[in-house]
């Protein structure tokens, strides 16, 4: 081959490289996650069976695991020592699945490679399990039916950024699901925080502190709020964003998330989980 020609069919194929990609995008059959099995979804029968569903050893305030699934869920919901000492504005967190694997890759794969068809996928994942989630705590510490679904705010730099809010997506789904109604702009982030993996727990209370308001005093004044987060680490942001609508009136907060890690594990990714990036 001449270099000229050789050349040539680079050029050629820089050409082409982009729109194969959109057309992988747009028609191909590939699972997302693994890239190998051909599905007609966004996922693989073998990466979603892979997500792994949390049990009843979980933390009745906050939600997260003290076990692994696949260990005996002999035990019952127990508080941990995080709820204990720290003020919890947040009536309880629930999550549906455990934080790893394939469930950490399709979290980030939706976030930060904008693979909205996943999204989905894990909105209606969400819808399907957390009812029952809800149902499944003792009936001592059950909230009342939630009135309104309201999903955690990105800060407006970060919107732009991104381009869009992976917890309105999954509020969205679940709202849906729930039959209930979904208020986008009642909360606000009114500024830019660090990433919250990067800092100490005590850090992370003081990074997000009073970064939330309500707009709206009387859209959540007197009701139930389902709060919606796509992860629930320490529960910081969850916590401040629970502190602002109790004080603009909300009856209780119940906050919804995918995935969290077991307890004494956290995030190894900056921006990771629910934090914002300084502006």
């Known amino acids: 081959m001449s270099p000229k020609r050789g050349r040539g069919l680079g050029v050629t194929r820089a050409i082409k490289a982009p729109f194969s990609a ?19 979804d966004a996922l693989c029968p073998d990466c979603a069976a892979s997500f ?18 696949s260990a005996v869920e002999s035990v019952g919901p127990f508080v941990c020592g995080a709820c204990l000492t720290e003020k ?4 309880h967190a629930v999550s549906t699945f455990l934080y790893e694997g394939r469930m950490r890759d399709a979290i ?10 996943i999204g989905g996928i894990l909105g209606r994942l969400l819808a399907r399990c957390l009812p029952r989630r809800l149902e499944g705590r003792p009936a001592a510490d059950e909230a009342v039916k939630p009135d309104v679904v309201i999903p955690v705010p990105l800060h407006i730099s970060r919107l732009r950024e991104r381009e869009f809010n992976q917890s309105a997506i999954l509020a969205k789904h679940l709202a849906e699901a729930l039959g209930l109604p979904t208020q986008y702009s009642s909360l606000e982030r009114v500024r830019a ?44 942001t969850a916590n401040e ?4 609508l109790k004080k603009a009136g909300a009856e209780s907060v119940v906050v919804a998330t995918l995935a969290t890690p077991p307890l004494g594990h956290s995030v190894d990714v900056p921006g990771d989980e629910d934090g914002e990036p300084a502006s």
């Open 108 to 117: 980030l794969t939706f976030k930060y490679r904008k693979r909205f068809r």
């Open 22 to 40: 959109l057309f992988q995008l747009v028609f191909g059959h590939g699972c997302l996650l693994c890239g190998k099995t051909r599905s007609d």
């Open 52 to 69: 792994q569903p949390l049990g009843q050893a979980c933390c009745a305030k906050c939600g997260k695991p003290r076990f692994e699934p």
């Open 193 to 236: 925080t660090e990433f919250q993996s990067m800092l100490s727990p005590s850090k992370r209370i003081e990074n997000v502190r009073n970064a939330f308001k309500v707009t709206s005093q009387k859209a959540v004044s007197g009701a139930h709020v389902l709060l919606v987060d796509d992860i629930f680490t320490h529960g910081a």
């Open 241 to 244: 964003c629970a502190k602002a």
């Open 88 to 91: 919890r504005y947040f009536d």
